[in-house]
């Protein structure tokens, strides 16, 4: 059986596998909040819960929020977090973008922002940012594995184009 990566479908997959990941970047640039679809929960940290990826916490006035990692480089927001039992804050959160979890119930909604005192931790063009990068490893990774997808299927392209009897490969018995 031949390796299928070295044939037209391993060219055709990485082709196809780009173009998804660029298409990928577009979507998450676009569905990135602006400041006006953002609304305000305002309290002390009730609950909280840190896993590998994310800060699950509950505000005292019941909102129950997550705070990714990707959108807190520095970790800076959810020190603050940690903290905030001692200490009302502000979080701005997209009521649009929710999770469940299995060690709690209820929806959790997507906080961007997180201030102290009225003072922001991090602006929402940090957060952008921090999102960015990595959308930008994954427009990198598509527009690599499109070139390549493309530069094997012309390859391939040109290679059945010198083969005799239309692009069919001569049988043993030609030989």
Do not use: C
């Not at 929960?41 to 909280?48: F, H, I």
């Not at 909102?63 to 990692?69: A, G």
């Not at 502000?90 to 009225?118: C, D, P």
């Not at 990198?140 to 009897?165: D, E, K, P």
């Amino acid at each position: 059986m031949r390796d299928w990566f070295a044939g037209e479908r391993g060219a055709y997959f990485f082709l196809w596998l780009g173009i998804a990941l660029i298409a990928l970047f577009g979507v998450l640039e676009y569905r990135f909040p602006k400041t006006e679809q953002l609304e305000l929960a305002r309290g002390r940290v009730t609950w909280q819960q840190e896993t590998r990826g994310a800060l699950y916490f509950r505000l005292s006035d019941q909102q129950q929020l997550v705070l990714y990692v990707k959108g807190d480089a520095d970790g800076k927001q959810r020190a603050a977090i940690r903290d905030a039992a001692m200490y009302p804050v502000s979080v701005q959160f997209l009521r649009a973008q929710k999770t469940g979890i299995g060690f709690a119930s209820g929806e959790f909604y997507t906080a961007y922002t997180v201030a102290v005192g009225g003072k922001q931790v991090a602006s929402l063009e940090q957060v952008r940012s921090d999102y960015r990068h990595d959308n930008f490893i994954a427009l990198a990774m598509g527009i690599a594995a499109t070139i390549a997808g493309a530069w094997r299927v012309r390859a391939l392209g040109a290679a059945s184009s010198r083969r005799a009897g239309g692009g069919r490969p001569a049988s043993r018995r030609s030989r």
